[in-house]
């Protein structure tokens, strides 16, 4: 399995980008995809989970501001990202668990953990200007 993130940059707050991650590797469509962010000097943190092309969580913090989409014709996954405001600068990766595993369950208090996916892209950097 090969992901390949693209479209980070540098936007001034209040603007948008959007995040592809090229999929290869599976043979269908049923796996657990997701958008991973990592700011200087903190830990991972999930952004938002997806299974084939059915969204299956946000970060609470998140919703509304960004979306997770799924292209399964074009194997491909999506962040839309709007509002951005400069904490939202950081390491943004695409991360997938093995076929058929399911995404991580939705439990409050306990968001998806990198550990979970099995994996990862280079990473494409996103710096949000003041």
């Known amino acids: 399995v090969q992901l390949v993130e693209s479209g980070g940059g540098l936007v001034q707050a209040g603007g948008s980008l959007r995040l592809s991650c090229a999929v290869s590797?599976?043979?269908?469509?049923?796996?657990?995809m997701a958008w991973f962010r990592q700011a200087p000097g903190k830990e991972r943190e999930v952004v938002a989970t997806i299974f084939s092309d059915v969204v299956i969580s946000y970060a609470d913090s998140l919703k509304g501001r960004f979306t997770i989409s799924k292209d399964n014709a074009k194997n491909t996954l999506y962040l839309q990202m709007n509002s951005l405001k400069p904490e939202d600068t950081a390491m943004y990766y695409c991360?997938?668990?093995?076929?058929?595993?399911?995404?991580?369950?939705?439990?409050?208090?306990?968001?998806?953990?990198?550990?979970?996916?099995?994996?990862w892209g280079q990473g494409t950097q996103v710096t949000v200007s003041s």
């Open positions: 991360a997938a668990r093995s076929q058929f595993f399911s995404c991580p369950s939705v439990v409050p208090g306990r968001p998806p953990r990198a550990d979970e996916f099995t994996y």
């Open positions: 590797g599976y043979r269908n469509n049923n796996y657990c």
